[in-house]
């Protein structure tokens, strides 16, 4: 299937209040008018309708799997901020038939410059090579238009709004959670897509704990490293900021030497900029200076009018004061900047994915990305689990254990690379010598970490599988190959049909 299987669709209405198109009868598989007994029985309960949460349920949708997302907030609230997605998440869109939109809502990224705090560019980081190696540009995407695409593909009434999980409960034949507003819902098995802060991982984690099998990583905090404010401005005028006219998206990060701070900008399709200002924590304490102890309780804005001096690099003699004043306060947003990678994924009939497994620093702009990997990996096992009335714990921890080892080295590697490209920041001893180390980075060495981060390039196995594109061939996907092991007869639509037509 390419994407231009993704047509005009009849529209309604999300909790933004923004139209949004249906999702489109699916062009290969047999059409859903209900579900089995059985198939009733083997529902997925999906914690988060952030990225992960969504695209997972949009792809146990094709899968003709029984799914419910549930989301604490009430409705989606529009995040001021832009998303680069590299280019290793095109395939399944273009198998879900999204990628044109993507496409369409977002600018192509080439390059990132990386500036010093004297607008010195020393790190030019290109991304030209992405193309070559895997037949897609990476992209520049306002969060508010991913976020739509996405739940585009989810019917309605599958995300239920106003449910915050906080208890999650096992028993030897499914697992249910509980709400705060007391209402609780039983499935056969629990994926945690609900972020940083996961309710569930919480409920794994104390379960694990008490029974001493939770091991020492996990039971650390996070480190936080510093407080990130981010916002979008309204569309500006290319007079003032002509780097709005470059049909690529314009993206500046400067590392701040003297000043603890890393800020960045990025052109829009919508000819707005996302911005996002991180100030970290004294590097030799990894405590937080008293500045950011009060900003941590104050609004937002009152960080934007200390930081609105700060310099910026996408046009001449301007500063964040010339960003800020065209920025909504309802589009800027604060929150405490962490890193963690966990290595307890899964714990019986639960399982993680996205931030809640492993939170990167926004600095390699590599998290949503990953968490977008993650649901199409752990769609794959899920969806390759036994056709029986209900799934044996056996069955489904080593679905979920063969699920990590297929993610985790590709998570760590891309964890790893964000933890560095935030040490460029700072004046503390260990930053001069990453910033050193990335200033003179030979094109070769580059190159092949491109090449190691684009490598990974998963697809589900039961919708038709894009053909590999670009110089460089993708890493094998165990995954990829399910469709096969369960049935040696039919292709990958075939067995996707056959699941769906079972539940007619
Ligand atoms: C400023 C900024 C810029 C970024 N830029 C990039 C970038 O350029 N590229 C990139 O790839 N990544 C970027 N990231 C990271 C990216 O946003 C995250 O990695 C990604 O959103 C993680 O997706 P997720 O689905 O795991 O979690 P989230 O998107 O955080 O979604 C989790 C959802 O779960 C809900 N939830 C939480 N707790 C519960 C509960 N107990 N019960 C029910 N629901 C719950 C939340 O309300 C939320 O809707 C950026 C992050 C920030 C902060």
């Known amino acids: 299937m390419n994407s231009n ?11 933004s209040g923004a139209p949004r198109p249906m999702p489109l009868p699916l062009p290969l598989l047999t059409p859903d008018t209900g579900q089995s007994p059985s198939q009733k029985d083997r529902k997925v309960l999906i914690a988060g309708a952030g990225l992960g949460g969504l695209l997972l349920g949009a792809l146990l949708e094709r899968a003709g799997m029984d799914y419910e997302i549930y989301e604490q907030a009430d409705r989606y609230v529009r995040i001021g901020s ?6 290793n998440i095109f395939p399944v869109f273009e198998q879900l038939g ?5 496409i369409e809502r977002s600018k192509p990224l080439e390059s990132v410059e990386g500036y010093n705090e004297k607008l010195k560019l020393f790190l030019p980081m290109s991304y030209h090579y992405v193309e070559k190696l895997s037949g897609y540009l990476s992209r520049v995407i306002p969060h508010p238009d991913l976020y739509n695409i996405l739940s585009s593909q989810v019917p309605e009434e599958k995300v239920i709004w106003g449910k915050k999980i906080i208890n999650v409960q096992e028993s030897d034949n499914d697992i249910s959670i509980e709400c705060t507003d007391g209402s609780s819902y039983r499935g056969q098995v629990i994926v945690g897509a609900d972020g940083a802060h996961s309710g569930v991982r919480e409920c ?3 379960a694990l704990d008490e029974k001493g099998g939770l091991v020492k990583n996990d039971k650390e905090t996070p480190r936080y490293n510093g407080v990130c404010l981010w916002g979008e401005t309204k569309a500006l005028d290319p007079e003032k900021f002509p780097k709005l006219r470059d049909p690529t998206s314009n993206v500046c990060a400067v590392y701040g030497e003297r000043l603890p701070y890393y800020w960045m900008t990025a052109t829009t399709h919508r000819d707005t900029i996302c911005w996002l200002i991180i100030q970290f924590f004294d590097k030799s304490t990894h405590q937080p200076t008293e500045t950011i102890r009060r900003w941590k309780s104050q609004p937002a804005g ?8 700060l310099p910026i690099a996408c046009g001449e003699n301007l500063t964040f004061r010339d960003l800020m004043e065209e920025t909504s ?34 600095s390699g702009g590599l998290g949503a990305v990953n968490a977008l990997q993650d649901a199409t990996v752990l769609a794959n096992y899920l969806f390759a689990l036994p056709d029986t009335p209900s799934w044996e ?10 699920f990590k080892d297929e993610r985790y080295p590709h998570a760590k590697l891309c964890y790893e690379h964000s933890h560095q490209l935030s040490q460029i920041m700072g004046n503390h001893w260990a930053t001069d010598i990453t910033r050193a180390i990335y200033g003179k980075t030979p094109d070769w060495l580059w190159k092949l970490m491109l090449r190691r981060i ?51």
Not at 393 to 402: G, L, P, Q
Request: glycine share 4%; net charge neutral; proline share 6%.
């Open 98 to 102: 999204i990628l044109s939109e993507v």
């Open 454 to 504: 684009i490598s990974h390039r998963p697809q589900v196995c039961f919708l038709p599988q894009v053909e590999a594109k670009g110089a460089s061939k993708p890493a094998p996907q165990p995954s990829l190959h399910l469709n096969l092991s369960r049935s040696n007869t039919g292709s990958s639509d075939t067995i996707a049909s056959d699941k769906r037509a079972a539940s007619v």
């Open 5 to 15: 299987t993704h047509l005009p669709l009849p529209h309604h209405h999300n909790n």
């Open 329 to 362: 306060r309802q589009l800027l947003s604060k929150i405490m900047h962490e890193e963690k990678f966990y290595q307890t994924w899964h714990s019986g009939r639960a399982v993680l994915i996205g931030d809640a497994c492993h939170k990167m620093s926004p």
């Open 204 to 206: 794994i984690y104390k």
């Open 82 to 87: 832009a998303m680069a997605l590299t280019a």
């Open 393 to 402: 714990s056996e069955e489904i921890t080593d679905a979920f254990k063969a």
């Open 302 to 309: 009152d960080m934007c009018e200390a930081l609105k001096d």
